[in-house]
């Protein structure tokens, strides 16, 4: 049961604009704060232990919630079971988060908040592959990428406008927009009867070892290299966007501010920025979709991400900090709907779609790891300057990448 084109939009928006405020705000500003209040003697390392292990989950929530919904069986539907659960759960994590005293409940909440949280993501990234034609995707990818920079922006200004004495109001005002969300995009969407999707598995069914069913988590990159690829390019451009997340923790560090001013001064700064990242992201998916191209797109995206951490890299005052972050979010708006598309085109099998569009939002979180380890190596090494320009050459290293997968088949055809 398919639900209309403008109605599926609109359920989507709202739900996961509502679920990334939920996940995004402790992300980029509360958790640093929160790290910093708890432990502000060692707050640095303390903060890229919690990132990298809430992260890990996030990186394994993904494909698990894609594959559990393209084998759920309850009526209640395949995407939608999951979509209410991951955020109902997740919201608990929120609140332990919210009244931990220690570091120790602090990770296990954000673990949970991460896995959770994410296997209702994977669970709307699912219905793309469900229920949106093949000829609307990319204006589709370039609509709904507005989600997560809204779910920023308002979540930014939430941030802002409670003052530290109501922090403990916005953990709980989080954890019920994230429960809010998901069940408002359940009660307008429609989603595949579980026992229609048994009978139509049931006669293609086969019997495979364990070892086989382990192996198809991940398609093979001999038969189908340009989903790895894609996996890889993703990877590496945000690598780069990842670095904003040290950017609260960089003006405590070089401008000397509190946990409480580099928040509130990060969360001002990306309300303006953020605008401008869902501008680009509705632009962006629309002219994918009229030139029938993505490899451009994508490459302009990463380039301005990059030229925005050439300024994080030197930032000595606020007025450098503020446009490398228009910069950074620019690029992140182009790339991350254009980025859609491309990995609707590369998945290897429509059966388990769900499972593989899971995969490529677990390369979305693989940065989270990846940058709290590189972190201190990269600040001993050669302080800021080290940090972000590291980081820019994962970038570099995308954009070559994105060259060797062949442009969109549209446009080969048409041209």
């Known amino acids: 049961m ?12 709202i739900g996961y604009t509502m679920l990334s405020i939920a996940l995004l705000t402790p992300a980029l500003v509360l958790l640093s704060v929160k790290i910093i209040n708890i432990d502000p003697q060692n707050y640095t390392n303390t903060f890229g232990l919690c990132s990298a292990f809430g992260t890990a989950f996030a990186i394994i929530a993904p494909p698990l919630g894609g594959a559990l919904g393209d084998h759920t069986k309850l009526k209640f539907g395949r995407r939608k079971t999951w979509i209410l659960s991951g955020g109902v759960i997740g919201a608990i994590g929120m609140l332990m988060m919210g009244f931990s005293k220690t570091i120790m409940p602090l990770i296990i909440g954000w673990m949970i ?29 370039g609509i709904v990428g507005t989600a997560q920079p809204l779910g920023v922006f308002f979540g930014m200004m939430l941030s802002f406008l409670l003052s530290a004495q109501h922090m403990n109001s916005l953990w709980i005002i989080l954890a019920v927009i994230g429960i809010l969300g998901p069940v408002i995009t359940c009660l307008i969407i429609n989603d595949t009867p579980a026992e229609t999707i048994a009978k139509e598995k049931r006669s293609v069914k086969e019997k495979r070892s364990v070892k086989e069913s382990l192996l198809s988590i991940y398609p093979s990159p001999k038969k189908y290299p340009n989903f790895t690829k894609a996996i890889l390019v993703k990877i590496c451009v945000l690598m780069g966007y990842g670095a904003t997340s040290y950017i609260t923790i960089m003006l405590a560090k070089r401008l000397g501010m509190t946990g409480e001013a580099a928040g509130k001064l990060f969360s001002l700064i990306n309300l303006g920025a953020l605008v401008l990242t869902a501008i680009a992201s509705v632009i962006g998916g629309v002219l994918s979709d009229k030139t029938k191209m993505q490899r451009p797109f994508i490459a302009v995206g990463g380039i301005s991400i990059m030229i925005g951490l050439g300024f994080d890299m030197s930032a000595s005052n606020i007025a450098l900090v503020i446009i490398g972050s228009v910069f950074v979010s620019l690029g992140f708006g182009i790339f991350n709907s254009t980025d859609a598309s491309l990995v609707m085109r590369v998945l290897p099998d429509p059966e388990n779609a769900g499972k593989d569009v899971g995969l490529m939002a677990s390369a979305n979180n693989l940065q989270g790891v990846l940058i709290p380890i590189l972190a201190p190596i990269l600040l001993g090494f050669g302080s800021w300057l080290a940090f972000f ?18 442009e969109d088949p549209r446009y080969t055809h048409s041209k």
């Open 2 to 13: 398919v639900t209309s084109y403008k109605k599926l939009v609109w359920a989507i928006i």
């Open 113 to 141: 908040v991460q896995f959770f949280y994410n296997i209702a993501g994977a669970s709307f990234a699912g219905l793309m592959p469900d229920q949106v034609p093949e000829e609307k995707r990319a204006s589709y990818s």
């Open 389 to 406: 320009g590291g980081l820019s050459l994962f970038v570099v290293v995308g954009i070559i990448v994105l060259y060797t997968i062949p």
